[in-house]
């Protein structure tokens, strides 16, 4: 029972610190490029958060402590790693 718990309450911090930083990035107060478009930050953002919650429900299925912080590791690296990748992305599509 506390497992899970445990797992339900950092995914779901996880999915809100992602959402509430991803859209801060979106609307933020200082002068907007007028060349950039945000579908490709939505579209990452969106992509994260499925990834949160398939890791979510992996974890409650399987119930291993060590798979549950090699992934939750994952996730924060692959989000510190998601503005380059969304520059990477946005430089290949202009």
């Not at 060349?35 to 958060?49: K, P, Q």
Request: no cysteine; charged share 10%.
């Amino acid at each position: 029972m506390m497992f899970k718990k445990t797992v339900i309450t950092i995914h779901v911090f996880i999915f809100l610190v992602a959402t509430i930083i991803g859209l801060g990035a979106v609307f933020n107060i200082s002068a907007p490029d007028p060349n950039r478009t945000h579908e490709v930050w939505f579209t990452a953002i969106a992509i994260y958060n499925i990834l949160v919650l398939i890791s979510m429900y992996a974890q409650l299925k399987l119930k291993k402590g060590w798979i549950f912080l090699i992934t939750v590791l994952g996730l924060i690296a692959l989000f510190v790693l998601l503005p380059e990748i969304v520059l990477y992305i946005e430089g290949i599509l202009n």
